[in-house]
Every structure is written in structure tokens, then in C-alpha cells.
């Protein structure tokens, strides 16, 4: 039976812009065997050529189309629900571009949809807007529901901040794409052609991508390089099908025969 991979990236791959040893031995070894990944990612705001300009540096050669991210599921997503819709935009950069290539149209009033992801721009003003939006009917959709890190010095709050201040202003819950929902997970599985036995999901979060491949019965591996410790595993109902400390432990030979 073939097998393909759903890799995640921060914590698995790379910390920050520093490469966690193994990961381009790793990449280079499904390669050389032709062995089908993505790399997916919940950050909407980085298009896929931003990922592979990023693990460039690090020393990991890849292709646009080893690349899916939330944004890209949720263009998809909207397409499928509504064709060439209109949506009110909070994010930026790959988001934007995503729902463009899907034949959507940013407005800035009466939208289809009003969209949260990834961004530094977002005004008080912009977000009375959706609320707005939201209040007159517009569906309300977010990338992903990633927590903001809770570390002194960040500048970026995670997406779940901002819906939790919109949703808790218009009495709506946003529907949330991307991982562990089974929209993205289900959707990056077709991308590579496969069956949910054939798939093997790679991540360091338990809450995401060990959860949403768990859901969908995909092989899972918790790698101990990231946001989730061995000690936190007694606080799941589930489990993941094996730990590793990295992906410097994973031998590609032995994964395929799972």
C-alpha cells in the first residue's frame, strides 16, 4: 500500500527560523522516493511560495505544490459553499490571494462572507465593519482557531483572540476551517491522492494535528519538538500512533510498510 505524508511545519520542521535537526534529511529521503507530502500549515497570512522561500534557507528544497495552508482551504471551502462569492477580509498577504484564485472578491460592504485570518493590520474600525457585516447576515468564517502564545513580547494574537471579541459582539459562532477540522485535513488528503489509510499526519500539537488525524483515521506521529511534552499525554482521551523526540527519528522505509 503507498503511503503520503501531511507534515506540520513550526515545531516539526523548524522552530521559529531555526531548522530542528533531522527535518532536511527527512524531506530529502521522501523525495529520493518519490513518496507524496504537503507541508500544512495553519498560518493563513504566508502564501506557499513565502514556505518555500522560508525552509530554502534552512536548507529544504520543496515546490509550491508541497505546500497547504488554511488560507487555502478556506478559498476552497467558499467556493464550494457559494461560487465567485464576495467576502470582507481580516487578513492578509496569502488569504487574500487564495480567495482571488478561487474567483472571489473582497468588498467592503454587504459580503457573502466575512473572513478572519493571520494579520498585524486589523483596525477597531475593521472589526466594527464585520461585525456590522455579520450582524446584517453575512456567514462568519475563520482560518483557523490557533490560540495567541501567551509569551511577553509577541505581536501577533492568534486568530481565536479576534473571533472570540467578534463572536462574543454579534452572538455568532465562526465556522472554523482549518486544522483539526476535517475540512482542511479531509481536503489536504485529496490534494495527494489518497485514502485515510494511506495517510500519515506528522505534528507537535496534540490539539490539532494528532486530534483532527485522529478523527479521520489517519496514522498519527506526535514529535516531541514542539508545543506538545510526553507529560501532557496523560491529559487525552486519544493517543497518537507513535512519539518521537523529531523527525530525526523516523526512517522512511519503515513508515511505508505502516
Do not use: C
Not at 59 to 80: D, K, P, Q, R
Not at 93 to 115: A, E, K, R
Request: glycine share 8%.
Amino acid at each position: 500500500m503507498k503511503k503520503g505524508f501531511l507534515i506540520d511545519m513550526d515545531g516539526v520542521i523548524y522552530s521559529g527560523d531555526t531548522m530542528i535537526e533531522g527535518a532536511d534529511t527527512f524531506i530529502a529521503s521522501l523525495q529520493e522516493n518519490n513518496i507524496p507530502f504537503l507541508f500544512m500549515t495553519n498560518n493563513s497570512q504566508r502564501s506557499p511560495l513565502d514556505t518555500v522561500n522560508k525552509v530554502a534557507k534552512m536548507g529544504i528544497h520543496i515546490e509550491e505544490e508541497n505546500v497547504y495552508t488554511s488560507a487555502m482551504a478556506t478559498a476552497w471551502f467558499l467556493s464550494f459553499m457559494k461560487p465567485n462569492g464576495t467576502a470582507y477580509v481580516l487578513g492578509e498577504g496569502g488569504l487574500i490571494t487564495s480567495l482571488h484564485q478561487q474567483g472571489y472578491v473582497m468588498v467592503n460592504q454587504n459580503p457573502d462572507y466575512v473572513v478572519v485570518g493571520e494579520g498585524r493590520n486589523f483596525t477597531l474600525e475593521m472589526v466594527n465593519n464585520a461585525v456590522d457585516m455579520i450582524l446584517e447576515g453575512a456567514k462568519f468564517i475563520a482560518t483557523n482557531l490557533d490560540p495567541s502564545p501567551k509569551k511577553e513580547g509577541w505581536n501577533n494574537l492568534g486568530i481565536k483572540a479576534i473571533v472570540a471579541m467578534i463572536e462574543e459582539a454579534t452572538g455568532k459562532k465562526a465556522f472554523s476551517v482549518g486544522k483539526p477540522s476535517p475540512v482542511m485535513m479531509r481536503a489536504a488528503r485529496k490534494t495527494l491522492g489518497l485514502t485515510a489509510q494511506e495517510t500519515i499526519i506528522i505534528g507537535d500539537t496534540m490539539d490539532t494535528d494528532i486530534l483532527g488525524g485522529i478523527q479521520l483515521g489517519y496514522h498519527t506521529i506526535l514529535t516531541l519538538s514542539g508545543v506538545s511534552k510526553k507529560e501532557d499525554l496523560q491529559h487525552y482521551a486519544f493517543q497518537p500512533n507513535r512519539i518521537v523526540k523529531s523527525v530525526k527519528e523516523l526512517a522512511v522505509e519503515d513508515l511505508t510498510k505502516i
